[in-house]
């Protein structure tokens, strides 16, 4: 039996990854519902490969869509609009997996109403752990939801616990043998800068990452460690562990 997959936030580097793993298993996953906020174009793209039965876009883009849709013959995808479209698609009945790649405070409220609809939620947005992490896992636990990580530091920790981690009470202490989590940084464009080196760098400078292309915030963030310390955040609640042990 196939799993109904909903991807919040499809036209990203995360959505469209998504995409990529559920290709390679058509027998186990189908995409139920996806959204996207500005990107009609690939949008459209997704819908004619991959018939979703509903779409969610802005309410200011939603005409244009169906004008798109209508003339691919694509009528039968139901669009709905904005915050309320995304919590729809988020808690449909009908949708096992959300993946929750939607950046930003805008993706808290639709990761939340899929974790209270008891979904297996792919987390890829950080700040919704950051800006109400007691509350998602209070509503995790309650509502017997899944969580969990895909931004890579997290995932790999996750791969690297023992299997039944996540199931043990939660403490806020290390447990089943674990002392210690430790997050990796990748470096960026100042990774071999002295002390006196970076009292000179600038904001251009910082968005030049050596590997990866994420825009200026994400970037600057990145750089600067500012991401590091909200991966840390996400990592004592995902994981239910103190700083003081990360």
């Known amino acids: 039996m196939t799993q109904a997959v909903c991807i919040l936030g499809v036209t990203g580097s995360i959505g469209q990854s998504t995409l990529k793993v559920l290709e390679q298993h058509p027998d186990q996953y189908t995409v139920f519902a996806v959204s996207?906020?500005?990107?009609?174009?690939?949008?459209?793209?997704?819908?004619?490969?991959?018939?979703?039965?509903?779409?969610?876009?802005?309410?200011?883009?939603?005409?244009?869509?169906?004008?798109?849709?209508?003339?691919?013959?694509?009528?039968?995808?139901?669009?709905?609009?904005?915050?309320?479209?995304?919590?729809?698609?988020?808690?449909?009945?009908?949708v096992d997996v959300v993946m929750a790649a939607i950046v930003g405070a805008a993706g808290l409220l639709p990761t939340l109403a899929a974790v209270k609809a008891g979904k297996r939620v792919l987390l890829a947005n950080k700040e919704a752990l950051v800006m109400s992490g007691d509350i998602m896992m209070q509503a995790a636990k309650q509502h017997k939801a899944l969580l969990l990580p895909v931004d890579s530091e997290h995932n790999a920790i996750f791969q690297s616990l023992p299997h039944d981690y996540l199931d043990a009470k939660r403490t806020g202490q290390p447990q089943l043998g674990v002392s210690q989590i430790l997050l990796t940084a990748s470096g960026g464009p100042f990774l071999n800068h002295s002390i006196e080196q970076l009292k000179d760098v600038t904001p251009q400078q910082a968005c030049k990452h050596p590997n990866w292309s994420m825009g200026q915030k994400i970037s600057v963030d990145s750089a600067t460690l500012m991401n590091k310390g909200l991966e840390l955040i996400e990592a004592c609640h995902l994981f239910s562990i103190s700083e003081h042990f990360v």
Request: glycine letters at 2%; charged letters at 30%.
């Open 36 to 94: 996207a906020y500005s990107r009609l174009d690939e949008l459209l793209e997704i819908c004619k490969k991959y018939h979703p039965k509903i779409v969610v876009v802005p309410s200011e883009k939603a005409f244009e869509l169906k004008q798109k849709l209508h003339n691919e013959n694509l009528k039968q995808i139901e669009i709905l609009t904005d915050e309320a479209g995304l919590i729809a698609i988020a808690e449909h009945p009908d």
